[in-house]
């Protein structure tokens, strides 16, 4: 299997790149951060601030299952978009830790997923198709769709491409 780590790592390079331009937006704009960190699209949704720390699980866990690592534990204590950030680049490094030389046989190890609602295990190209790559990408457009709804001026491009 290609190890998928190079997509991941550039999804949250454009995550990184999008909280920039939203503080730079808050400070040129004199709004509270925290409106934004905690704004959420629907009032049973995650925040920002939840949307981000879970893309940044869902990158790790991926990579970790499928590559056999152990993934690092963060503390889930963010509060600020410097924070968030923070929490991106310990994602990257952990992601940049492991070899392409991990995923090989992957696609047919079988993994035991524990979000899974049937608690069955599923093998590698099964969970990085139908549930690695889209949870992490989930999480990514809601955190981008979130601050595009307030306000924030950003464009397909921010989410495609790291400035």
Known sequence: MRSPVPDLIHGLRCLSSILSKAENHCGNRKIDPD????ARLYPDMFNLTRNVTTACDSAKFTA???SQAEPPRYEDNEASFAELRG???KTI???ETIPDAAF???EIRDLAVPLSPEGTARNGRTY???FGLPNFYFH????YNILRHNGVPLGKRDFLWAS
């Open 35 to 38: 409106a934004l960190l905690k």
């Open 64 to 66: 970790a299952r499928l």
């Open 87 to 89: 929490r991106i680049a």
């Open 93 to 95: 490094a952990f992601l």
């Open 104 to 106: 090989a046989a992957a």
């Open 128 to 130: 990085l198709i139908r």
């Open 140 to 143: 990514l457009a809601t955190a």
